[in-house]
């Protein structure tokens, strides 16, 4: 089975992909879903991240603060590191034993905005990119998250330049609007069919 992992910047259409993906039988892990997760239920976790930001970090209903972290990590980068170096490797160990139960299946994906930046991609396989022009994803943006364009330029800033990306990828998906993504997410999964029944 190959793990083939699937990123692209904020609102390039990563997740739209996943759930066309998901359709073909293809299971998806979704990374920065799974850490959110984890920051409430993993109570290693949440001791770590306690120990770190303070009682403040969750709410009286045991729901994550995510404004305080957030002011906290912005205004101190060694905070953004010790937050990293608690998150990335229990979604890393989470993320093997979600695979380790996937069955007969010839790829699984693992989904994440940030798979270039962490040095996951490392672990993967094979990687696919998902592209989109700069102004379409501030407007995806803007209206799927209610956001101003500034503040959504302001989160791009952030990750790492869309070239840079496709530089690493072995699979490029357009997602810019004059490309059906369909046919080029079926001519993928068929390569990785193929690929895994070589492997
Ligand atoms: P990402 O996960 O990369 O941030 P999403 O898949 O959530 O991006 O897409 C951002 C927004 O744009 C979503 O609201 C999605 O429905 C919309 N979107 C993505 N791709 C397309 C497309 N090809 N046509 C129309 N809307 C799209």
Not at 138 to 149: E, G, N, P, W
Request: charged share 25%; proline share 3%.
């Amino acid at each position: 089975m190959l793990k083939v992992g699937i990123t692209g910047g904020i609102g390039s259409g990563k997740t739209t992909v996943c759930k066309i993906f998901e359709t073909l039988g293809i299971p998806v892990y979704y990374a920065d879903d799974r850490a959110k997760m984890l920051m409430v239920e993993d109570l290693v976790i949440v001791q770590k991240l306690k120990a770190l930001f303070g009682e403040a970090a969750y709410f009286p209903d045991q729901s994550l603060n995510r404004a305080h972290l957030s002011t906290l990590v912005f205004q101190d980068k060694t905070l953004l590191h010790q937050l990293n170096a608690i998150i990335h490797p229990a979604v890393h160990q989470d993320g093997l034993q979600w695979q380790a139960a996937q069955k007969d299946v010839p790829y699984t994906l693992k989904e994440a905005a940030i798979l270039f930046e962490s040095g996951s991609y490392k672990t993967m396989d094979k990687v696919i990119t998902v592209f989109a022009n700069k102004k379409l994803r501030i407007a995806r943006v803007k209206k799927r998250d209610q956001l101003t364009s500034a503040q959504v330029e302001a989160r791009m800033s952030k990750q790492m330049p869309e070239r840079e990306k496709k530089k690493l990828a072995d699979f490029i998906i357009n997602n810019s609007g004059h490309r059906q993504l369909i046919p080029q997410i079926w001519k993928i999964h068929q390569q990785l069919v193929q690929l895994a029944k070589e492997a």
